[in-house]
Structures are given as structure tokens and as C-alpha cells.
């Protein structure tokens, strides 16, 4: 019912930012979270960040709180994912995702809506 559908990544030297994308349509949730996930090879998909679009309220994996940040633009159902500071271990397959309701926990399992993806790789 939500499609999603992610741009933005790109190669990146370590410590440089990048900001990806994500224009949501279809039948979205006032009470839902819209959120990041990301898959490295070899790896379970790990939550990075989520956002209410009503509630004004972000969380942030520990793994990248304090380096990367949720903003959007409402008018154009786009959420940004800003990324500064990159690291090696952020190179992965990044993933725009939503749940429809306000009971979520940061798992995969929680999240109902998810686009096709967008690669990542921070590298010298």
C-alpha cells in the first residue's frame, strides 16, 4: 500500500557525507514511522534510523547517532537521510522502510513498506 523508493548513494571517501532520499506515495500512516535500514554482505539488516512524520520524533541506531540525521520535506513526501562522517563500515545496501502503526521495535520484522534499495560504499 506504501511504495518507497530510495536514491542517493553513491562511492564516498571515508569522512565525507552523503545524503540519500526517500519519496514515499500510496496509502501512508500518520501514525507510522519512516525509516532506514541497511545490509552489508554477510551481515542481518540493521535498523540506522526512523522518523514520524507527525510526531517529531527520531531515533537513531547507536552505531551512527550523532553522525547521521532525519530531515524531510512534507511537501514533496521525501525523507532525507543526511550521512556525515562516513566510515567503511557504513558501506552497505541502504533501504527506505515504513511500518503502519506506532508499535515498532527497530527489527526488519516491524516494518510492512520497503523500497528497492540504494548502494552505499565509503571507501579510499
Known amino acids: 500500500q506504501v511504495q518507497l523508493v530510495e536514491s542517493g548513494g553513491g562511492l564516498v571517501q571515508p569522512g565525507g557525507s552523503l545524503r540519500l532520499s526517500c519519496v514515499a506515495s500510496?496509502?501512508?500512516?500518520?501514525?507510522?514511522?519512516l525509516g532506514w535500514f541497511r545490509q552489508a554482505p554477510g551481515k542481518e539488516r540493521e535498523f540506522v534510523a526512523g522518523?514520524?512524520?507527525?510526531?517529531?520524533?527520531?531515533y537513531y541506531g547507536e552505531s551512527v547517532k550523532g553522525r547521521f540525521s532525519i530531515s524531510r520535506d512534507s511537501a514533496k513526501n521525501t525523507q532525507y537521510l543526511q550521512m556525515n562522517s562516513l566510515k567503511p563500515e557504513d558501506t552497505a545496501v541502504y533501504y527506505c522502510?515504513?511500518?503502519?502503526?506506532?508499535?515498532?521495535?527497530?527489527?526488519?520484522?516491524?516494518?510492512?513498506?520497503w523500497g528497492q534499495g540504494t548502494q552505499v560504499t565509503v571507501s579510499s
Open positions: 500510496g496509502r501512508t500512516s500518520s501514525r507510522g514511522v
Open positions: 522502510a515504513a511500518t503502519l502503526g506506532d508499535k515498532w521495535r527497530p527489527t526488519a520484522s516491524d516494518f510492512t513498506s
Open positions: 522518523s514520524s512524520w507527525s510526531g517529531h520524533i527520531t
